[in-house]
DNA sequence: CTGAAAGCGCTAACAT
DNA sequence: ATGTTAGCGCTTTCAG
C-alpha cells in the first residue's frame, strides 16, 4: 500500500506537503503541486479513508439507511426502485455508500451512534421515525436528508414527492374520463399515506362529487392488500366505475381482485396506480400511474445533502414533482358502467 | 466518545488489557475481564471501526457489489430481492454493510483496491466477469462469494441456484400438462443464462421432443424483451402451446406480448416463468414459476463469506434448491390447442 | 497475567 | 512555502 510517505519520500519532500498537495491547498507552490499530484498517480496512490475518518477529516461516504420490513414489503419495490437512483446519484458524484438495513425499526439514537463511529460525512435515512426520533434528528450535526417525510432541521432536509398534486392528477384524469363512482384504496396513518388520502377527498368535493365511504378503503399497500380490497369493493351492491389506488402494488393487487369478482380492468372499472415502478409498464393492462421521477429525484437528494454536507445549504423541505402517466387501465365511463352506476341492482358477473 | 483508555482508567488498568478483555482473550483474569465488560457496558463503549480497520483488524463490515445497471434492469428485481435477502441475513450475524453500486461493469481490480482500503472482512459479489476479473478473483485473499457465477478459489466461494433443476422442473411439468411445443425465452450467452437453456434442451430431448429452432427466443432478460417475444411466437403460424421463460420479468412480457397477438395465457398458451419474485404472485394470471429460495440463500451467502472469513471453510461452489411454484399460468392442454399444434392454418385470433 | 512502546495513514496546529 | 510534532483509537509485539 502506497501511503503519504511513500510519495513525500519521491518527491523529496515532506508527508503534510503531500497531503497538502492532494488535496489542492493553496498554501502549497504550483510546481511542487503538480509534481506531487504527478507522481501520486504514478504510483497509483489512493487516501485510506480509514486514516482519514480516524483523524475527523471528510471519507466521502454517506450512509444509507433504509429498513425494508419483510412484512410490508408493500413500499419495498418503490424504495428499491428509489435506493437505486439515489445510489446511483451518490456514486456519480464520487461518494461511497454505507449501508444499513434491518428488519426493524432502528432507534434513531443507535442508528446515529453507529453511523458516527464510522464517520460518514452524512446521511439518507428512509425510515419511518418515531416522536422521540424527530425530536434527535431535528438537533443531530450529522447531514441528514430524509426521504418522504415532513420534516426539517438545521443540518436535516426531507425530499418528498408531491403526492398531494399526484393523486390529484389522479382523480382529475378519471373525472375527465367522466367517472364519478370512483373508490380510494390505501388509506392509513402512515405518513406517507395521509396526504394521498387528504387530495382524494378534496379533489373529489371541488368537483362536487360526495364521497360514499364504502368506496374509501384503509389498507397498507402491498399487494395482498390490494387484491383483497379488490374483491371487497367487486362485491358491493353498487361497485366503483373507477379506482384510485395509493401504490402501484395495491392497484395491481386490485386488478386482480376486481377480476376474481368478475369485473374487468379497464372494460368494468378504471384504475390507476401511484409510483410508476418499471414493472407497471408491462402488467395487464399496462397501468396508468403517477410517475415519481425517481432518478431526477434522486439527484435532488444527494445534492441537497451534499449541500448541507459543504455547508452550503441549510436544512430544507423539498417536494419533487410528479407526473400522471396515462396507459390502459383507465378508459372512459362506458354506458353499461354509467348504468350500473345509477341501479342498486347487483352488476351482472361474468366467470374469467 | 468512549474509548478504551477511558474504561481503562475506571478498571484501573490498561488500554491492553481492556482490548484484551473485550476481545474474551484468555490472557486476561475472569475477574477483570467481567469487570472491564461491566464497565464498558456502563460506560457504552462502542469500539472504533476505523481504528480497528487501521490497525488491520477485523471490521465487522462487508463489501456488497451489486450492479444494477439500468439497461439491464432485466435482473435487477431479482437481484434486489437477493440482495434484501443476503443484506438481512448478514445484519443478523452482526455485520456491517459496505455497498457499491455502480451504472457500469466495475474492473475487479479497482474494486478490490477501494475495497481493502476500506479494509472490510469479506465482499459479496453479484456482477459479471470477464476474464482476466475472474483470474484476479480467484488469486485474491479477500474472502469473497460471488452470486450466480460458476468459479471458486482459495478465498472465493460461488454460490448459485441451481438452475438446470429449475428448468427441468418447469419443462417437466409442462409436458406432464401434455404440452409437446414448448418454446424457450431466454437464450443467450450471460452465464447465468447457459444452464437453463442447456437443460430445456436436454429435458426436451430427453422426453423424445425435436427442438423447433423457431421456438428458441435469444433474448436478454427484461420485460421489454418478454414483450416482444410473445408477439413474435404470437405472429409464428404455428404458434407453441407452452413457453419457458427464463425469468419472471420475461414471462411478464411474454404474457402480454401474446395477448396483444390475440393468445391468452392460459387459455391458450401455457407459461413459466423463473424467480419467483415477490409480485409474480399478484399479476394476472399468476405466475407457475421457479422459487429461488432467497431467504435461505441469503443466509447461506453469508454463512459460507464467514465462514471464509474465519478460515473454518474453504472456497467452494454450492449450488442452492429451486423449487416449483404452480400457479396459473399454466394448465393442461386443450383440444383446440392440441388441434392448432398439429395443423399448419394460423391461429383463429381474437381481439382482447 | 499484565503493561509499555510502537505504529496503522492521515491531518491540524504550531513552528520555521 | 514547507516541515515538525502530536495524536485520532486501536492492536500487536515484546518485556516484565
Redesign the pocket.
Known amino acids: 500500500?502506497v501511503?503519504?510517505?511513500d510519495i513525500a519520500k519521491q518527491a523529496?519532500?515532506?508527508?503534510?506537503?503531500v497531503?497538502l498537495a492532494?488535496?489542492n491547498s493553496?498554501?502549497?507552490?504550483e510546481s511542487?503541486r503538480q509534481k506531487i499530484h504527478e507522481i501520486a498517480r504514478e504510483y497509483g496512490y489512493r487516501?485510506?479513508p480509514l486514516?482519514?475518518g480516524?483523524?475527523?477529516?471528510k471519507t466521502k461516504t454517506i450512509a444509507f439507511v433504509f429498513n425494508f420490513s419483510s412484512n410490508e414489503l408493500s413500499h419495498d419495490l418503490s424504495y428499491m426502485e428509489y435506493f437505486h437512483a439515489i445510489a446511483q446519484a451518490a456514486a456519480e458524484r464520487g461518494y461511497k455508500i454505507y449501508f444499513h438495513s434491518s428488519t426493524e425499526a432502528i432507534p434513531i439514537e443507535k442508528l446515529i451512534e453507529d453511523i458516527s463511529l464510522h464517520r460518514v460525512d452524512g446521511m439518507v435515512l428512509g425510515t419511518e421515525l418515531t416522536d422521540s426520533d424527530r425530536e434527535i434528528l431535528r438537533k443531530t450535526d450529522i447531514p441528514t436528508v430524509i426521504v418522504g417525510r415532513d420534516i426539517r432541521g438545521k443540518k436535516l432536509t426531507s425530499v418528498s414527492t408531491d403526492d398531494y398534486d399526484g393523486i390529484r392528477q389522479a382523480v382529475e384524469h378519471l373525472l375527465s374520463l367522466g367517472h364519478k363512482r370512483i373508490a380510494f384504496v390505501g388509506k392509513s396513518s402512515r405518513e406517507t399515506a395521509i396526504a394521498r388520502y387528504e387530495s382524494y377527498r378534496e379533489t373529489m368535493s371541488q368537483a362536487g362529487i360526495p364521497i360514499d365511504d364504502e368506496l374509501i378503503i384503509e389498507t397498507s399497500y402491498d399487494m395482498d392488500a390490494g387484491e383483497y380490497a379488490g374483491r371487497k369493493l367487486g362485491e358491493l351492491e353498487n361497485p366503483p366505475t373507477a379506482v384510485v389506488a395509493a401504490s402501484d402494488l395495491l392497484a395491481i393487487g386490485i386488478i386482480s381482485g376486481l377480476k376474481h369478482k368478475g369485473l374487468k380492468v379497464p372494460d368494468d372499472v378504471s384504475v390507476t396506480g401511484y409510483d410508476n415502478l418499471h414493472i407497471s409498464q408491462f402488467t395487464v393492462p399496462a397501468l396508468t400511474t403517477i410517475d415519481l421521477l425517481r432518478m431526477e429525484s434522486g439527484k435532488i437528494v444527494i445534492d441537497a445533502l451534499l449541500g448541507l454536507i459543504t455547508g452550503k445549504r441549510e436544512g430544507e423541505k423539498i417536494r419533487t414533482e410528479v407526473k400522471l402517466i396515462v396507459r390502459d387501465s383507465t378508459r372512459r365511463i362506458t354506458r353499461r358502467e354509467e348504468r350500473r352506476e345509477k341501479s342498486e341492482e347487483r352488476g351482472e358477473k361474468r366467470e374469467t
Open positions: 500500500m501511503t503519504i510517505y523529496n519532500t515532506s508527508a503534510v506537503t497531503s492532494l488535496r493553496k498554501r502549497v507552490s511542487t487516501p485510506n486514516a482519514r480516524l483523524v475527523g477529516a
